[in-house]
Nanobody, 128 residues
Framework: QVQLVESGGGSVEAGGSLRLSCAAS????????MGWFRQAPGTEREFVAA??????????DYVDSVKGRFTISRDNTKNTVYLQMHSLKPEDTAVYYC???????????????????WGQGTQVTVSS
């Protein structure tokens, strides 16, 4: 079965950095758009970033609030997607979920209903 296993969460002070990893198994990784969502207590799950490999080019998308601070990348040889987070803010505090979906464009991944598989989540806490 498909498994998405996140790691790399933790607690940092504002301005700090973290790198999340998500190891995928049970799927043909290169054929899936991979993404990250987050959910803070009392809020809906929010799209953060997505990355799609077309076979020739890589396409990425970010929510406006993380542009310039977060970078999503993938290693198709390791079936792993990463989220490098810099200049973290207290409002970035949330559970971060890895996601996999078969979508026609990277922008379609913004919709949670397009996600086929979810990871179990990893907590990121940013203190002021």
């Amino acid at each position: 079965q498909v498994q998405l296993v996140e790691s790399g969460g933790g607690s940092v002070e504002a301005g700090g950095s973290l790198r999340l990893s998500c190891a995928a198994s049970g799927l043909t990784f290169s054929q899936y758009t991979m993404g990250w969502f987050r959910q803070a207590p009392g809020t809906e799950r929010e799209f953060v970033a997505a990355i799609r490999w077309s076979g020739r080019s890589t396409y990425v998308d970010y929510v406006d609030s993380v542009k310039g601070r977060f970078t999503i990348s993938r290693d198709n040889t390791k079936n792993t997607v990463y989220l490098q987070m810099h200049s973290l803010k207290p409002e970035d505090t949330a559970v971060y979920y890895c996601a996999a979906g078969r979508v026609s464009t990277v922008y379609n991944m913004r919709a949670a209903q397009q996600v086929g598989y979810w990871g179990q989540g990893t907590q990121v806490t940013v203190s002021s």
